[in-house]
């Protein structure tokens, strides 16, 4: 597997990311259990992967704790990341970007992965109620103290990754060189103005979501009832709250399914998964340094592979962009 550097850093990581958000809650569906999470995450790294993402917030600690027995033995080999940010308990400091919920965040994670550092830590979401200042010089003293190596954050828009630079400036702290945006065929809107502000501010973008919930896996198609077993599927049938059924209906309508037969045309030209389609479009973007893939059983995780090792021609990269243009 091809590897780049991250950002404006000089931290090599694989073009694919293994995202670790379904690993644990005993497995029950649509989760993954221990014994498969290590499958998967032991076939990723033989074939070249060094890149592995969780939170905090992830079944609630078991994702980092699964992930910390697995790659422990071959800790070397892997670019390890985490996020802080989300609610972690019912207290008031249990949440946000203060040093309060930071630190006590960190030590955390660190024990539930079993490490004595972090090589990349993101901010999971902004928190207006925290001054960006304080955010940026806890951070600058985790990295002083060899507790995280580099920073990133998630969800952010262009204004507040711009925030954060500036503030990382002010009190003399390393600054953020890694973006984990919501970004796919279907969800482009980072397109307008935070993908290239995070391209100027020196992060290289490790988006999420690229099969935009299983919609470009090929599993669903026009006039065709979804599998109940399947996540959609799931949700518009006896196992979904009215809130869930209307979600499922969102996602499944006309323009996401239409730009889902478009990338099953385009596969069936080239002989591959539309899994693979849809993540070497993502990974042709400009800015992208590396998708992050969830597969929940190793069955999946052949199709994302191909992708990372997919170049799609030029008339099909322009077929699938016109196809999911933003309205």
């Not at 988006?207 to 109940?228: F, H, N, Q």
């Amino acid at each position: 597997m091809n590897h780049v550097t991250l950002g404006r850093s000089g931290l090599k990581v694989s073009r694919l990311c293994l995202g670790a958000m379904l690993f644990g809650a005993d497995g029950a569906p649509p989760w993954c259990d221990e014994p498969e999470a290590r499958r998967i995450i032991d076939a990723y790294l033989d074939a070249g992967g060094n890149f592995i993402d969780t939170a905090d917030v992830y079944t609630a600690g078991q994702s980092e704790e699964i992930v910390g027995r697995a790659i422990k033995g071959r800790r070397n080999e892997v670019v390890l990341a985490t996020k802080a940010g989300g609610a972690t308990g019912r207290g008031p400091s249990d949440q946000g970007l203060s040093r309060a919920h930071l630190t006590h965040a960190l030590d955390a994670s660190l024990t539930r992965l079993g490490v004595d550092h972090i090589d990349l830590y993101y901010l999971h979401r902004a928190d207006p109620d925290t001054p960006i200042e304080e955010t940026m010089a806890t951070l600058a003293g985790f990295v002083r103290a060899g507790k995280v190596r580099y920073l990133g954050c998630s969800n952010f828009t262009g204004s507040q990754i711009v925030e954060a630079q500036w503030a990382a400036e002010r009190v003399g702290g390393a600054p953020l060189v890694a973006l984990q945006p919501r970004y796919s065929l279907i969800s482009r809107e980072i397109e307008a103005e935070t993908l290239p502000t995070a391209q100027r501010q020196g992060l290289g973008a490790a988006p999420y979501g690229v099969l935009a919930g299983g919609i470009l896996s090929g599993k669903y198609r026009r006039g065709e009832t979804p599998d109940a077993g399947d996540r959609w599927g799931g949700s518009m049938g006896h196992r979904g709250s009215p809130g869930m059924a209307a979600m499922a209906a969102h996602s499944l309508r006309d323009r996401n399914l239409d730009i889902a037969a478009a990338v099953a045309e385009v596969a069936a030209e080239l002989a591959a998964a539309p899994a693979a389609v849809a993540t070497a479009w993502v990974l042709a973007r400009r800015g992208v340094a590396s998708a992050i893939v969830g597969p929940r059983t190793a069955e999946q995780l052949p199709a994302y592979l191909a992708g990372a090792a997919l170049e799609l021609p030029q008339d099909a990269l322009k077929r699938l962009s016109a196809a999911s243009r933003p309205t």
